[in-house]
């Protein structure tokens, strides 16, 4: 065989040989196209490219329809048809009923330090029970009570009038607010009972929204509905346990 033909049988010759007519057909076709043929095989490689930009930030989309849902406000609960129920979720109740009582609790204390007398101080009622303890007298003890009595009870009378009816109308809400919280809890204990269950959680969605709603009653209506849900809670009691309703103490 003859060194021409060596060479062309030569597998390097040949692959070499084969792209080049590849790219001789290739381009061959291409100038056979016309505009429009070109134009949409262009546009096709850039649909397939696309795609790959636009995911660079999935997660943008998905956090703008995420915020752009429903809030549920502060001390409310939205049902699924988007009523707005007063009162918290069953599940932040405990929370709730603390913040309450002890919101109330406070309140009360910076209210009474602020009408308190000279009576109310610890130091004053050292000094009195020391001057007691030194008196053996029992008729002279008795009289130095007597007066202490009167004292405190003109003292009082006094701090009352500057407080004024908005100050003790103000000073009873805050002691049934603070009992708001020892309410859930005496009925979160009826609820174990399997027979009242039901019962009790109707008197917790009561006493949540009662709570919620308190600041917006009046005075008469904020006392009645409290003293209505205390005899409710009452008489779960008494039914947890056996049907004897707890008998208040006597004084004695």
Avoid: C
Wanted: net charge positive.
């Amino acid at each position: 065989m003859s060194k021409p033909s060596k060479l062309l049988l030569n597998p390097f010759v040949l692959t070499a040989s084969g792209i080049v007519l590849l790219g001789v057909v290739s381009i061959a076709i291409i100038r056979s196209m016309t505009p429009d043929e070109k134009e949409s095989v262009e546009s096709g490689e850039k649909s397939v490219i696309r795609p790959a930009k636009s995911s660079v930030h999935p997660s943008r989309s998905s956090g703008d329809s995420s915020s752009s849902g429903p809030r549920k406000s502060q001390g409310k609960e939205i049902q699924g048809d988007g009523k707005i129920v007063a009162g918290p979720e069953k599940s932040k109740r405990q929370e709730f009923m603390t913040t309450i009582s002890v919101r109330a609790r406070n309140e009360l204390k910076g209210l009474r330090e602020q009408y308190k007398t000279e009576f109310d101080s610890a130091e004053s009622r050292k000094e009195f029970s020391d001057t007691l303890r030194n008196v053996t007298d029992p008729e002279e003890r008795e009289r130095l009570l007597r007066e202490r009595t009167t004292a405190m009870r003109i003292a009082r009378n006094k701090m009352d009038a500057q407080k004024g009816f908005p100050g003790r109308a103000r000073e009873k809400r805050l002691i049934a607010l603070m009992q708001v919280q020892n309410l859930w809890r005496m009925n979160a204990f009826v609820a174990r009972n399997a027979s009242l269950t039901g019962e009790a959680g109707k008197f917790d969605d009561r006493l949540a929204e009662w709570a919620a709603n308190s600041e917006d009653m009046s005075d008469e209506e904020f006392h009645a509905s409290f003293n209505d849900l205390r005899h409710a809670l009452n008489d779960l009691r008494g039914r947890n346990q056996g049907g004897i309703r707890p008998q208040p103490s006597v004084p004695k």
